[in-house]
């Protein structure tokens, strides 16, 4: 499976402030996913990253609170935007391995901390 | 919209007891993944499943895709401390490879 790397792996950020979590995969994927995970809960789908073109958002999440950016086909950035203390969570980069029944693996997550 | 439910929502168990989880679905799947998410870690792939009535094993886990598509069971046989942490269900929206994920059952286990 891909080996995929996320920067920060923690912060603790200001509120008001915007913070940019960089996704690396050690291979090239077609498809790759960006996950919230609140305090306690299951995971979320933000957003599908696509390759040369605006992602494709979930309902619940917008572009100008969660650009996303992916200008290739082993990198994706997300960015959260005016951060409040409800955007605590872990932000997780997750890429489908078509090579291995669709499945799909995730990064260690950025835990962010919104003060 | 589709959802996943997982029982139970956590549970205790001894050192050496089997566990069994399960997630149900209001809606057909085509494929259910589980994992494994353990604290300050990102969810680790544990069994792949693809066709309806499939058991398969990963060392003492056993999962099985559900005759009505609209469930799976995780097994864990000989549970030993290292299991503590929660099992989430994962299952494609219709047609598409955006996966939702189940409530998750969080597993303790006592020594």
């Known amino acids: 499976s891909a080996v995929i790397s996320q920067k920060p792996s923690r912060d603790i950020c200001q509120r008001g402030t915007s913070l940019t979590i960089q996704c690396q995969v050690d291979?090239?994927?077609?498809?790759m996913f960006w996950y919230r995970q609140q305090p306690g809960q299951s995971l979320t789908l933000i957003a599908t990253?696509?390759?040369?073109?605006?992602?494709?958002?979930e309902s619940g999440f917008v572009i100008d609170k969660f650009p996303i950016s992916r200008p290739n086909l082993t990198f994706s950035t997300l960015t959260v935007s005016n951060m409040s203390p409800e955007d605590s969570s872990i932000y997780l980069c997750?890429?489908?391995?078509?090579?291995?029944?669709?499945?799909?693996?995730f990064g260690e997550g950025s835990w962010l901390t919104v003060v | 919209g589709q959802q996943l439910n997982q029982s139970p929502q956590s549970m205790f168990i001894q050192e050496g007891e089997d566990v069994s989880m399960n997630c149900t679905s209001s809606?057909?799947?085509?494929?259910w993944l589980w994992y494994k998410q353990d604290p300050g870690e990102g969810p680790v792939l544990l069994i792949a499943?693809?066709?309806?009535?499939e058991l398969t094993s990963n060392g003492r886990l056993t999962a099985q895709f559900g005759i009505t598509r609209k469930d799976s069971f995780l097994n864990i046989s000989a549970s030993i401390p290292s299991d503590v942490g929660i099992y989430f269900c994962?299952?494609?929206?219709?047609?598409?490879?955006?996966?939702?994920f189940g409530t998750g059952t969080r597993l303790k286990v006592l020594a």
């Open positions: 997750s890429v489908l391995d078509s090579y291995s029944g669709n499945t799909i693996y």
């Open positions: 994962a299952g494609p929206h219709s047609g598409t490879y955006k996966y939702i």
């Open positions: 809606s057909i799947f085509n494929t």
């Open positions: 499943l693809y066709k309806a009535g």
């Open positions: 291979s090239q994927v077609t498809m």
């Open positions: 990253a696509n390759q040369g073109s605006e992602a494709t958002y």
